[in-house]
């Protein structure tokens, strides 16, 4: 349980540098992901999920956590919506991929292709909502992902990193 409550907070505290909004889509790019992506590849699917789960559960009763200060509600409403809502598959998909990879493949290589993965899914999710939230046609949102594949990809290579560490300083966090 202490774990979920630490990764919730984390995702919070990302959330204090504020936002970028780029194009016209007014989704922001923020650092929450990378702790979305940390809470899968560190913990693993149920603890990541339920982590990221307490989190936006905090927001959809109205405590500001999101960046810009943000309630789950507002974003809902907006062109972000998908996108948070993405972040459970995505992490229950990049926590399910760590576990099935810890024992069997390199981790470092392992990991990034997981959080890849997630940030995909996330994607799928994100466009979605764009088209529910928006005017914007199908080659407009997803085109709208482009301009947060170099963050992302920083975050993967971040979190990447942290995931390693963590995980050869305790072998057993995820059960395989």
Excluded at 60 to 74: C, D, E, M
Excluded at 129 to 135: E, I
């Amino acid at each position: 349980m202490a774990q979920i409550a630490v990764f919730a907070a984390l995702i919070a505290a990302l959330g204090l540098p504020g936002a970028i909004t780029v194009g016209f889509s007014g989704v922001p790019i923020t650092l929450q992901t990378l702790g979305v992506i940390l809470a899968g590849a560190v913990l693993g699917a149920r603890k990541g999920t339920a982590a990221v789960g307490v989190f936006l559960a905090l927001t959809l009763i109205g405590l500001p956590l999101l960046s810009g200060g943000r309630t789950g509600l507002t974003a809902l409403a907006g062109p972000s919506a998908g996108y948070l809502i993405g972040w459970i598959p995505a992490t229950l998909v990049i926590g399910l991929l760590t576990a099935r990879i810890l024992p069997k493949y390199p981790l470092a290589l392992g990991l990034l292709i997981n959080a890849l993965g997630g940030i995909v899914v996330i994607y799928v999710f994100g466009t979605i909502g764009l088209l529910l939230r928006t005017d914007l046609g199908v080659g407009a949102a997803i085109t709208t992902n482009f301009a947060f594949i170099p963050g992302d990809l920083l975050k993967v290579v971040v979190a990447t990193v942290v995931a390693k560490s963590v995980h050869r300083a305790y072998p057993g966090l995820i059960r395989t």
